[in-house]
């Protein structure tokens, strides 16, 4: 899987919008933009995925550079229960012959959200 | 519904001793993942179940560490001999169908078992 660059951590005040960035300047044309996230004590959970078009869900929003070089996680308004480590993570499509099955995780990028 | 478990929740072990780590995947799901997680770090992939077989176990460290899933649901991860760098949080996932398949599937993780090596 191509490698993925976030900031180590970041903050945000609650009931403001965070808007938490990963580049991925080595993608492929193939690969799928995935978040995770880690609350702490808990194992990770999924968030968003995307390919070339912005989505959106109930959780957040994901906005995808047209070079798709780069990509944006935004949580429309920080609550305190969204404080956790978000993994930006490149998936293969399937049957493209990568493992696309494994989820490669960096370090992530720490969220505090203050009260 | 009722998530992934893992049991137990946290294991102290002496160097030298052998360990069992247990997964309950979620009902229905025909793939299961393990995950090791040191401090500080994002998890790394282990092995990856399709139903009873291991599809792609590169992951695995050493020939220490073993899994297994005999009946396509329960699977586990057995450390032998353990090493104080063994020392981690094993997180286990499941999906419905896995990889090779149109679909970006999500995993979904159970909370880990906290693994201290003295």
């Known amino acids: 899987d191509a490698k993925t660059t976030q900031p180590n951590s970041m903050e945000s005040n609650e009931e403001e919008p965070v808007h938490l960035p990963c580049n991925h300047s080595t993608i492929s044309g193939t690969d799928y933009i995935h978040w995770y996230r880690q609350l702490p004590s808990q194992g990770p959970e999924y968030v968003i995925h995307?390919?070339?078009s912005n989505v959106n869900n109930r959780m957040a929003s994901l906005a995808i550079a047209e070079d798709r070089k780069s990509s944006t996680l935004i949580l429309h308004r920080a609550t305190l229960r969204d404080a956790a480590v978000y993994y930006c993570i490149l998936r293969d499509r399937p049957n493209s012959g990568g493992s696309n099955y494994k989820l490669t995780f960096g370090k992530g990028t720490l969220l505090t959200v203050n009260p | 519904g009722a998530g992934v478990s893992q049991t137990p929740s946290n294991k102290v072990t002496e160097k030298g001793k052998y360990v069992e780590l247990r997964c309950d995947p979620i009902?229905?799901?025909?793939?299961l993942y393990w995950y090791r997680q040191s401090l500080g770090q994002g998890p790394e992939f282990l092995i990856y179940f399709q139903g009873t077989g291991a599809a792609d176990d590169s992951g695995l460290p050493n020939d220490r560490f073993f899994a297994v899933r005999p009946e396509g649901s329960v699977s586990t991860l057995k450390i032998q001999r353990t090493e104080r760098g063994d020392s981690a949080v094993y997180l286990c996932?499941?999906?419905?169908?896995?990889?090779?398949?149109?679909?970006?599937?999500?995993?979904?993780f159970g909370p880990g078992t906290r693994l201290l090596v003295l």
């Open positions: 995307g390919l070339t």
């Open positions: 996932a499941s999906s419905l169908i896995g990889g090779g398949w149109q679909r970006q599937e999500t995993q979904y």
């Open positions: 009902s229905g799901h025909t793939a």
